[in-house]
């Protein structure tokens, strides 16, 4: 990583999703704008990078890290996270792990949520605005939406205190999360 920081010191982290091509530095500035069509290196690109929400905290000590990635029909970026839509998928790749300078950390995918970003539509859920939640029983509202809305069945049990990774990319307007 101190490598990559003599590159661009907006590395934050790098994300693996085993057995995938999802093998990515992960940037964070103060503007989500940013990094959507500019790579790592800092040149101008569609594919853009991939970045934390400028709203977490930069030592990602928030309850909720979300990471945002562009669905690239080559499968690069977070392209091949729609793969999750599939239970033999999610079997295949159930771990995400998530390095930063000081640690690393395996998470489990226990949810896999088309979301919708109209706030008016059944299946909208706020998850960018929650990297903390008020108490425990929001925390735990919040796990039972997720699992309510996910098109995979896990029985992965989720706890106030957990840390949650959530993936999101675009699938035409929604925002699929992992």
Known sequence: MQELYRINPDIVAWVVIEGSDVNYPVVQTDNNEKYLKTTFEGSNNPS????????????????????????????????????????????????????????????????VVNASVNPKDERFVSFFTHPTFSSDQEFEAYISRLKALSCQKTYISVKPGDALLTLCTCVGDDRLNR
């Not at 669905?71 to 996270?81: A, E, I, K």
């Not at 033999?88 to 930063?100: A, E, G, V, W």
Request: glycine share 6%; with cysteine; proline share 2%.
């Open 48 to 111: 853009g990078c991939i970045f934390i929400d400028a709203d977490n905290r930069a030592d990602l000590s928030d309850y909720n890290t979300v990471i945002y990635g562009h669905n690239m029909r080559d499968g690069t970026m977070f392209g091949l996270l729609t793969h999750y839509q599939r239970a033999d998928y999610l079997k295949k790749h159930p771990f995400i792990r998530f390095s930063t300078l000081w640690e690393e950390e395996e998470y489990v995918v226990f949810a």
